[in-house]
């Protein structure tokens, strides 16, 4: 954990330091190269802000929570399935298999999933089509307990980086008992 501050505190300090130099470029193109100057300083302020931009950009996701209340699976782990979207059906695109796996957030407690997704075979059968749209999705099981999650809340969103860059969010209700889309399809009817 201190290794990502220390390397996000980098990442500010370059990103201050680069709108800087862009600023005073377009400060002193003003007065004496107006063209070059404020090229330049568009370029610092560029190279300074991209790295922002892209951790704000956030992707749209469909998300299914299972039950807190099926209690049959241990450490209550409830299921999070992050769906597959095409523009077609949903109005926009969306690819799970995009989603880095450990980076995924869930709840007030913000926790990863149990299970260790650096695990290539762990990985591979937690991508599955469950909506049947010829896309894999993601199902991921966390720890109800550790999450936050028990039988008043009623909305969970889920939190994730994409491995190319960029935010993931996604919020759903709760979908409880057995007969839940989720359990459905995951085959625990």
């Given at each position: 954990m201190d290794k990502i501050k220390k390397e996000q505190g980098k990442v500010l300090i370059?990103?201050?330091?680069?709108?800087?130099?862009?600023?005073?470029?377009?400060?002193?193109?003003?007065?004496?190269?107006?063209?070059?100057?404020?090229?330049v300083g568009a370029a610092f302020l560029w190279f300074g802000l991209y790295p922002w931009i892209k951790v704000l950009?956030?992707?749209?996701?469909?998300?299914?929570?299972?039950s807190v209340s099926d209690n049959y699976l241990q450490d209550r782990r409830i299921p999070v399935a992050i769906l597959?979207?095409?523009?077609?059906?949903d109005g926009f695109?969306?690819?799970?298999?995009?989603?880095?796996?450990?980076?995924?957030?869930?709840?007030?407690?913000?926790?990863?999933?149990?299970?260790?997704?650096?695990d290539p075979?762990?990985?591979e059968?937690?991508?599955?089509?469950?909506?049947?749209?010829?896309?894999?999705?993601?199902?991921?099981?966390?720890?109800?307990?550790?999450?936050?999650?028990?039988?008043?809340v009623e909305e969970v969103c889920v939190r994730a980086k994409m491995k190319g860059g960029g935010r993931v969010v996604g919020c759903n209700t709760i979908d409880l008992g057995y007969e839940s889309e989720l359990m459905k399809s995951l085959e625990y009817v």
């Open positions: 370059q990103s201050v330091l680069l709108c800087a130099v862009g600023l005073l470029f377009i400060a002193l193109g003003l007065s004496f190269l107006p063209i070059v100057g404020i090229a950009h956030r992707h749209r996701a469909n998300v299914l929570i299972g597959s979207a095409t523009k077609e059906r695109d969306f690819n799970p298999g995009l989603v880095d796996p450990s980076s995924v957030r869930i709840g007030p407690g913000k926790i990863g999933p149990v299970d260790d997704m650096s075979m762990i990985y059968r937690s991508l599955r089509d469950i909506n049947k749209d010829g896309i894999a999705d993601l199902i991921l099981y966390f720890s109800a307990d550790s999450a936050g999650i028990n039988e008043k």
